[in-house]
């Protein structure tokens, strides 16, 4: 029996030089050792943004397409889309029960979403501003009742009665206090904290869609990145707490660490749809040629006679990963000054296309064979959605639901 694997992507759209060294190439040799589960994470696509829903299809289509084109191949992988097979969406409710709210906001993927917001100027804390309020309107209440209390108070002689009046007067504006101090800091933490306004429920709960997405396939292996991990923790600890509960249903599975090459865009940062200096793997060749001589280089080498730096050049990164036979050579040429550096982006634009050159064909084939891609992936979602049931069965069984 094979062991199974299970990885999603989100739908992203067109794909380019970073997935296909990070992941697609891992998928590639992965589906031929492993019962394979490959899918589009189409709801995860909604939790920063609901309206990427208007984009979906459109971004499912080029996507996939590159998956095809790449070479994943649907009659060695189940290859489907998560909103096809309901019980992703079931089993996230069941799980959505089985993690605290203290172990999502921990979650390193949902600090850094608040990190961002908070550097983008949106700015979080409690002030006492609120309790000024509450003061004012506290004193003038205070001043009503106590004038009351004082008339009260000069028509009696018993000193016991008039310790009981003025201790129960004190008390309940006192108690007023607190309520209303009480319930305006809350008003002004759920105010003030906009992060909360902008974050969805969705947002937090990333990670048990995950968590659902991974066990109702009860995969050996997830392969994914580095920053994938803690989602992973997650997911195991759900199954942890799920068998505990209910009984052994989830096998734990592990984190299948793939190497995640960094492939740097034309301005040296990391590669990027958002930052628009990508490189797609639709790309034609004069377009990838024409890319690569934007690279940013070295810039300390104005001249050729220069010696460049290649562990700090971006075009030499992309050699790395793309041109490992000629890796060497070209890093003794730069540092020696011996190759310029529209030589050196020359050899790698040709290397690239080298590398595309056999999906470029098969994306020509596909065309010319007029594949559907949402053909492949509602029939792969039928099979998965089998086996999806097969869970949820025993999910509803150990839970002793199933009516
Ligand atoms: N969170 C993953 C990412 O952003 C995508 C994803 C969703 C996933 N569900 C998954 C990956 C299940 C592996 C298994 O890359
Ligand atoms: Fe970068 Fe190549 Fe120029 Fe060296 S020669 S700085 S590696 S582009």
């Keep these: 029996m094979k062991k199974r694997v299970l990885s999603g992507m989100r739908a992203t759209g067109k794909l380019h030089l970073g997935h296909l060294a990070g992941v697609l190439v891992n998928w590639n ?24 829903a208007r984009q979906m299809k459109e971004n499912i289509r080029n996507m996939v397409m590159d998956w095809l084109a790449v070479g994943i191949d649907p009659e060695k992988a189940t290859l489907f889309i998560q909103s096809l097979v309901p019980q992703h969406a079931e089993l996230h409710l069941v799980f959505s029960m089985l993690v605290s709210l203290s172990r999502l906001f921990r979650n390193p993927t949902y600090k850094d979403k608040l990190e961002d917001l908070r550097k983008g100027g949106v700015e979080g804390g409690i002030s006492l501003a609120g309790i000024r309020d509450v003061k004012e309107e506290l004193e003038r209440k205070a001043d009503e009742e106590l004038k009351a209390t004082a008339q009260f108070v000069a028509g009696q002689s018993d000193r016991d009665t008039i310790f009981r009046k003025l201790k129960s007067d004190v008390m309940s504006l006192f108690y007023d206090f607190v309520d209303r101090a009480g319930e305006k800091l809350i008003e002004e933490m759920l ?22 997405d991974i066990l109702l396939y009860k995969p050996h292996y997830v392969p994914v990145g580095a920053d994938q991990v803690a989602h992973i923790e997650i997911t195991r600890d ?33 590669m990027s749809k958002s930052y628009d200096n990508a490189i797609y793997l639709s ?121």
């Design 238 to 270: 759900i199954a942890e707490k799920f068998n505990r509960l209910y009984g052994e249903v989830f096998p734990i599975p592990e984190a299948l660490l793939t190497e995640t090459p960094k492939i740097p865009g034309m301005d040296g940062r990391k």
């Design 283 to 403: 790309d034609d060749e004069e377009t990838v040629s024409k890319k690569v001589m934007k690279y940013i280089t070295d810039p300390q080498r104005i001249r050729k006679s220069d010696p460049g730096r290649p562990e700090i050049c971006p075009v030499f990164a992309l050699h790395k990963v793309f041109n490992r036979e000629e890796t060497e050579e070209i890093y003794q040429a730069c540092t020696t000054a011996k190759i310029g550096c529209v030589q050196c982006k020359r050899r790698l634009a040709e290397k690239l296309n080298e590398t595309l050159k056999p999906i470029r064909e098969r994306r020509k084939e596909l065309k010319s064979r007029n594949v559907d891609v949402f053909e492949i992936l509602k029939e792969g979602s039928r099979d998965a959605e089998k086996f999806a049931r097969r869970t949820m069965d025993e999910v509803r069984k150990a839970m002793g639901m199933d009516y």
């Design 191 to 212: 105010e003030s904290s906009s992060f909360h306004s902008v974050i969805s429920y969705g947002f937090l709960g990333y990670p048990v869609l995950q968590s659902a």
């Design 29 to 52: 040799r992965l589906q031929n050792e492993y019962e394979s589960y490959f899918f589009v994470a189409d709801w995860h696509g909604l939790t920063d943004n609901p309206e990427n």
